[in-house]
């Protein structure tokens, strides 16, 4: 579908070398009490980078390799409501703000010309009929509140159908947006976002649009990938290490074996929920030709061992990298548990294949 050929050539040129530094700091107004979280997307809340409010300040240092979409909101113990504020930050930038606790929205940031983009893009794009939104989750909460069946289904109705209509007005809106702004890299988090929404005529033509260097980047990474690791395509390969520091080549890991790609976290309790029975599997079908290779989410490779010799692995794991070139963002995959299955042939066979019939799809492989 799309120009591999070009996206080769582009991905081999060198690229000039930079600080990845970047650091946020700032006051925090009203409720300060307890920590500030910054959270790059699609990590999890427990691997995100944090700073202790002290006398109304916080302070927070990161890398990063090509600027990023970022989360940025307070925690304190026992908290369950999180009201995030976006945040898009770039390698070398030093971000003032002054985070409000009591109104989120209203905090202040400054010292980043891609933020202060990004803003304005959130405003035109991805807040378009917020309002409208809005009123109707207040219209549900009272509906719920007041046990009102039929009210609370009507809304429901009308939500589905508001969310329809936005997303194809905000996907105009951001087709329209990466032609004006084709060096971007916030066009870049928006074509990424809307990819699922355009159609491929329109990819393809924002693709060739975009200035060259924005293919470095994770969001068009994913955007070129949609189409591979799917069933029935070739999957990727990729060289990590394990927990040992041994190297391992997924091509010649998975060679002529029924391979099971078992992505987790030792924080994500349906993966651990579900790991004593592929320990099951494993040991019932590992001389037969079947292999278990994880893929930790974990930042922390001590905290992954532990989980490891908790649940008694014995299959390969592997700590997944951060950022564009992480194994999770070349298969696709936005949420855990996941998992790929994969025959000798190394093709993809299925996604996502519930524990109940893992075992089912893997004797199928193994006749």
Known sequence: MFKYCIIALILLTGCKQIDNKFELSGNVIGD?????VLIQAGQSRFDADTSLIVDGKFHIVGSLEYPEEFSLTTEKPN???FRPIHIFIAPNDKIEIELNTENIEKSV???SLVNDEFQQYLNTVDRYGSERADLLYTEFKTAVETKDALRINEILIQMDVLNNELQKIKAQRAYEY??????SFVSAYSLYNYREVLDVKQIDELLSLLDKKLYNSKYINNVINADRNQPGTKVSDFTL????????????????????????ASWCAPCRQANPRLEEIYQQY???????????QDRDAQTLQKSIETDRITWTNILDVKGNKSITDLYNFFSLPANILIDRNGIVVARDVSISDIENEIVKLLR
Do not use: A, Y
């Open 109 to 111: 940031m400054k010292g």
């Open 241 to 264: 290490n394990d927990l040992h520091n041994n190297e391992i080549v997924f091509s010649k890991f998975s060679k002529n074996k029924v391979i099971l790609m078992d992505f987790w």
């Open 286 to 296: 590992k001389d037969k030709g079947f292999e278990i290779l994880g893929i930790s």
């Open 32 to 36: 300060t009490d307890g920590i500030v």
């Open 79 to 81: 908290q369950r409501d």
């Open 178 to 183: 990466i032609k004006t702004n084709p060096e």
